[in-house]
């Protein structure tokens, strides 16, 4: 095959496939219905102008048995009184004017022929019409209740486009959601370790905040003492009694001994 023909091969595919998927059956079927409608407009329009041309012929065969009735006449009054060349006259226009009469007759015949085959096909065209737009109203309304019930079915199982990219949406929101309480709740961590300032909390310069660390430490101070001193097994006391006690166990300063004095130095 060649190169050619392998290229019309693959865009006659891709067109029909791309036509497949654009043609809608209702728009289809009403397109065809539409022409059937103009084919018997047409076929309509055929029977009228037959009706209409035979009708006048009928007219000109009337128009000219009249003819054909008045020279008989006149050919007739012709030899009563003596004129045979005027009877003869008279009786060869009669026998062109039958003649006329005889051509139109058949004419007629042929016409009225044309006119009823016309009739009748145009009463079988209607029917056919009548029948198929009961045809392509049910079609059209079952495609449409076909189409419905997919739609639904598709949106129930998830595999339209729409209900596939509401989906992803929705699967992202999750995410997102789930990426930022991760976040958050990594944050209290630090902040509760200590790693990282909460940006809220009193200011390390604040006086008041300063005050309140000096109380805090000051407590911690004293409960540590007081446990020491339990743990020593001591007693707490007040702190005037405290320096008092611990005067009170420390040992008296030695005063200086004052010796003697010697006959010598006595008597010096």
Do not use: C
């Amino acid at each position: 095959m060649s190169l050619w023909k392998r290229f019309l091969l693959i865009f006659r595919s891709k067109a029909n496939k791309a036509l497949d998927r654009a043609e809608d059956p209702r728009e289809t079927l009403d397109y065809s219905y539409q022409k059937q409608l103009d084919l018997l407009s047409k076929v309509r329009r055929g029977v009228a102008d037959v009706a209409t041309s035979r009708k006048r012929v009928e007219l000109q065969i009337n128009q000219l048995n009249q003819s054909v009735a008045k020279l008989t006449a006149q050919a007739q009054k012709a030899l009563s009184v003596g004129r045979e060349d005027l009877a003869r006259e008279a009786l060869t226009r009669k026998s062109a004017l039958t003649t006329q009469v005889s051509d139109l007759t058949v004419q007629h015949d042929q016409l009225l022929g044309e006119e009823e085959k016309l009739t009748t096909a145009s009463q079988r065209l209607q029917a056919k019409v009548e029948a198929f737009r009961t045809k392509k109203e049910t079609i059209k309304a079952t495609y449409t209740a076909a189409e419905a019930q997919t739609r639904i079915n598709e949106a129930f199982s998830g595999i339209s486009d729409e209900m596939s990219d509401v989906g992803q949406a929705i699967q992202r929101a999750e995410d997102k959601t789930a990426q930022m309480q991760a976040r958050a709740g990594a944050i209290d961590e630090l902040i509760a370790s200590g790693a990282l300032d909460d940006a809220t909390a009193i200011n390390a310069g604040d006086d008041i905040s300063r005050e309140l660390e000096a109380m805090s430490s000051q407590s911690e101070v004293e409960a540590e003492l007081a446990a020491m001193k339990a743990a020593a097994g001591g007693t707490s006391l007040p702190a005037g009694e405290e320096v008092k006690a611990i005067d009170a166990t420390a040992e008296p300063i030695a005063e200086p001994v004052q010796e003697p004095e010697t006959e010598e130095s006595s008597s010096g």
